[in-house]
């Protein structure tokens, strides 16, 4: 029975494998026959030196011995050539015209049957034709072609001499040596045929343990390359982690986050001094700093020519190196009066213009080179300070117009959709408000994982596109522009929506119920103008209920009525005093001090 051969091997390369493994058996065990044969024959000759012609004697002699000589320089030729790429077919061809020579040799003992009269004698030249086939062929059974060739001519020439002697003791001693001719090439035939199946599941077990091998290798290469990468992940988190922890603090200005981000990465990168640097025309100035030297102080000012702080303006992306020899310019930095022997530096930019940089460096050399994530965390601290710097100078302009804006306030009256827009604005706003004071609660908590920061970062930016939205929305109702009627299922409307509500709940200590009917049919409505209404109606009920001591509950709720779906919102407050009801919904109206009073004003509008 065959075993399959394993996945990838075809069977044509399985069976010339073991045609070649065949073809060197037969070369191996040669030796031993061809030796034997050496022997044999001169012993046959000595005791048939007086009983035979001594002349056909030494011509079979020498004849026999030639092939045996040729098998035997064969031999030696394969075993000197037996890593050459020679096709084995011509190996083979070669030895069986071999064997095949001196099987006929050996069958050429019918001359010396003839020619011995001696019964006695004829039978010791058959029992040395057996002894010398079962030898051959037990050498032979590899290549079952060769057993054939050095068997037939070795039998068949004396067997049928013997047959046809009128002499039953011959006759019988030819039918012998046909059975036992048959029996030895059907012993032959077995055997080849096991040594043929055992060379095949040798071979494929061999290709089975090679290509475990490979998979052992390949699994294991990715298991590393894995781990690599599990080491820079784990690496990468930790890097934004501190990043976070270092910008979440709060403060009251900005220099002093860009200080603490200033220390938190001269401890990751393992700096001695880390600088804020702005140029100012052909020179840069130490905005802020933190060093373990002296001799550096907040305002320093240096030549930028062949400065590191030139080359990372120049570059399009973080600079870094480990010595200074790999630097470039091979330059001092001035600022340090020392070579630089380690340095890490991205460029600044505030308002999209070019500010400074931001560099860390030491004189010592860093004992492994930067990482990719330390790149990437550099470029995100510089683009977080250009961020931070606008900002801080946006606040201050912001400032400086206050009292001309509240003054222009009382001067301009604001249209309804004008001040729509800031209103309905202030939605979304408020939303990244919430999402990032929770956001800020778990990482003072020290609760904070990378997977919940990043979809609370997520959600910022969805109400960011939000804003866009509603401005666009706003812009084309001033417009007198058509809304977008999709068919929407009010329970979907409602998911979308579902993590602000649950925040503004949490944030106001308030209960919510939502009832609403699985069952509703699918309505045609704007679905953020949808959106917008249940939000502001929300947001009033939570307001009214702000001084309220009893349970606060708000329910919303949505019902089959007809031909339409009804959306309801109640809230446990107070309820509305009867001499303002009828103004509630006037724009401008609020009993809020910092309300702008649009909210139902828009809201009913947008119904």
């Not at 002697?165 to 090439?185: E, H, K, N, P, S």
């Not at 096991?194 to 060379?199: G, N």
Request: aromatic share 6%; with cysteine.
């Amino acid at each position: 029975m065959n075993a399959p051969a394993p996945a990838g091997l075809g069977d044509d390369f399985i069976s010339r494998r073991i045609d070649a493994q065949r073809v060197q058996l037969l070369y191996d065990q040669a030796p031993l026959g061809i030796v034997a044969n050496l022997m044999i024959a001169p012993v046959l000759t000595f005791l048939l030196w007086d009983e035979a012609p001594r002349s056909a004697l030494l011509i079979w002699l020498a004849l026999l011995e030639t092939t045996l000589v040729i098998r035997l320089i064969l031999v030696i030729i394969h075993q000197r050539r037996a890593a050459e790429a020679e096709k084995v077919e011509r190996w083979v061809e070669r030895y069986i015209w071999a064997c095949a020579a001196t099987g006929t040799c050996w069958g050429g003992c019918v001359f010396l049957l003839a020619l011995t009269p001696s019964l006695v004698h004829q039978m010791f030249i058959c029992l040395i034709l057996g002894g010398v086939l079962m030898g051959g062929i037990l050498t032979m059974t590899s290549v079952m072609t060769a057993c054939v060739a050095y068997a037939l001519p070795l039998v068949l020439p004396p067997a049928l001499w013997l047959l046809l002697q009128d002499d039953l003791m011959r006759a019988v001693m030819g039918f012998t040596g046909v059975l036992y001719l048959l029996l030895a090439l059907g012993t032959a035939h077995r055997y080849h045929r096991v040594l043929s199946q055992a060379l095949r599941l040798a071979l494929e077990n061999l290709e089975l343990a090679r290509s475990y091998a490979r998979v052992q290798e390949q699994t294991e290469r990715a298991n590393r390359h894995l781990a690599e990468q599990q080491a820079a992940l784990q690496d990468s988190v930790e890097a934004l982690r501190e990043f976070y922890r270092s910008i979440s603090a709060p403060r009251r200005h900005a220099g002093d986050q860009i200080q603490t981000l200033l220390a938190m990465g001269c401890q990751r990168f393992g700096a001695g001094t880390g600088i804020l640097a702005r140029i100012d025309g052909d020179r840069y100035e130490i905005v802020q700093m933190i060093s373990s030297r002296h001799d550096l102080a907040q305002g320093e000012s240096f030549s930028l020519v062949e400065s590191c702080c030139q080359h990372t303006l120049r570059a399009r992306q973080p600079v870094a190196f480990d010595r200074g020899s790999a630097w470039p310019a091979r330059q001092p930095s001035r600022h340090l009066r020392l070579t630089v022997e380690t340095y890490l530096g991205a460029a600044v930019q505030v308002g999209g213009q070019p500010f400074g940089t931001l560099n860390f460096s030491d004189a010592r050399p860093r004992p492994s080179p930067f990482a990719a994530v330390d790149l990437e965390l550099i470029q995100l601290m510089a683009q977080w300070v250009g961020a931070i710097i606008d900002q801080d100078r946006a606040a201050a302009a912001a400032q400086r117009q206050h009292a001309l804006l509240a003054h222009a306030s009382r001067l301009n009256t604001l249209g309804e959709m004008a001040s729509g827009l800031a209103h309905e604005i202030n939605q979304p706003i408020t939303a990244i408000a919430l999402y990032t004071e929770t956001c800020l609660a778990r990482l003072h908590a020290g609760q904070a994982q990378p997977k919940e920061v990043r979809e609370t970062l997520e959600k910022i930016a969805a109400q960011s596109v939000r804003t866009n939205t509603i401005i666009q929305q706003i812009r084309h109702f001033a417009r007198q522009s058509k809304p977008q009627y999709l068919t929407v299922r009010i329970k979907d409307l409602f998911e979308d929506i579902a993590d602000f509500l649950r925040l503004e709940m949490r944030r106001n200590r308030l209960q919510f119920h939502q009832r609403i009917n699985p069952n509703l049919p699918p309505v045609l409505a704007d679905p953020l103008q949808f959106q917008q209404v249940v939000l502001n109606l929300i947001r009033n009920a939570a307001d009214a209920m702000s001084a309220s001591e009893e349970p606060r509950i708000i329910t919303v709720f949505a019902r089959h009525v007809g031909d339409t779906v009804e959306i309801g919102v109640k809230d446990t407050g107070p309820g509305v005093a009867p001499d303002i009801l009828n103004q509630v919904l006037n724009p401008f109206f609020t009993t809020k001090p910092d309300g702008l009073g649009l909210g139902l004003s828009i809201s009913q509008s947008i119904v």
